[in-house]
């Protein structure tokens, strides 16, 4: 059976799978890139972004500890003109090891409270728990941003970029 957006091994260079998704009546085509954790290879991705989904593992509190470095690389690689008010979408990965998880509710909650209420999904690539859901919620904001900017929209195409930790979407002009 095949799982949607899930990416079901370890990647070695770049890959990249296409989804499309309604959002409010509109077509948006995602392009999920996944860069095997080495975003600074790849700093042309970041151009034209809408928004950023960073992605960390429930069961390893090194890779929470780093959303803020993540998020910061991002921001910096981007420079959009109001930083503070970027979207983000935060995702806590491996949510059906309830057993190994290292990473608290409270402390996710409080994080995403200090970046002006991020929203926050916990997913599982393994058994695609919110993987869906969390995907529409980056194409809802990449949408609603582009639109905001864009006077005359172009094909309503956005790209995820994606590495082990971190996710961002960009505006893809093309026919």
Same mark, same amino acid.
């Given at each position: 059976?095949?799982?949607?957006?899930? *990416?079901?091994?370890?990647?070695?260079?770049?890959?990249?799978?296409?989804?499309?998704?309604?959002?409010?009546?509109?077509?948006?085509?995602?392009?999920?890139? &996944?860069?095997?954790?080495?975003?600074?290879?790849?700093?042309?991705?970041? !151009?034209?972004?809408?928004?950023?989904?960073?992605?960390? &593992?429930?069961? &390893?509190?090194?890779? +929470?500890?780093?959303?803020?470095?993540?998020?910061?690389? +991002?921001?910096?690689?981007?420079?959009?003109?109001?930083?503070?008010?970027? =979207? +983000?979408?935060?995702?806590?990965? #491996?949510?059906? %090891?309830?057993?190994? !998880?290292?990473?608290?509710?409270?402390? *996710?909650?409080?994080?995403?409270?200090?970046?002006?209420?991020? =929203?926050?999904?916990?997913?599982?690539?393994?058994?695609?728990?919110?993987?869906?859901?969390?995907?529409?919620?980056?194409?809802?904001?990449?949408? %609603?941003?582009?639109?905001?900017?864009?006077?005359?929209?172009?094909?309503? !195409?956005?790209?995820? *970029?994606?590495?082990?930790?971190?996710?961002?979407? #960009?505006?893809?002009?093309?026919?």
């Amino acid at each position: 059976m095949r799982k949607e957006f899930s *990416i079901p091994c370890t990647t070695i260079g770049t890959d990249f799978l296409t989804k499309e998704v309604n959002i409010d009546g509109n077509a948006v085509q995602l392009q999920i890139w &996944d860069i095997a954790g080495t975003p600074k290879r790849y700093p042309s991705l970041y !151009r034209n972004s809408k928004c950023c989904a960073l992605v960390f &593992d429930l069961t &390893d509190p090194k890779s +929470f500890e780093s959303i803020e470095s993540w998020r910061t690389e +991002f921001l910096n690689q981007l420079n959009p003109e109001d930083p503070d008010t970027f =979207p +983000f979408v935060l995702l806590g990965n #491996k949510c059906d %090891k309830l057993a190994e !998880r290292k990473v608290q509710a409270l402390e *996710i909650k409080q994080y995403c409270e200090t970046k002006s209420n991020i =929203p926050y999904f916990e997913t599982s690539a393994k058994d695609n728990t919110n993987v869906k859901a969390a995907f529409e919620e980056v194409a809802k904001l990449a949408f %609603k941003r582009r639109s905001k900017e864009d006077e005359i929209l172009i094909p309503n !195409r956005v790209e995820l *970029i994606q590495t082990n930790q971190q996710t961002q979407t #960009k505006n893809w002009c093309g026919v």
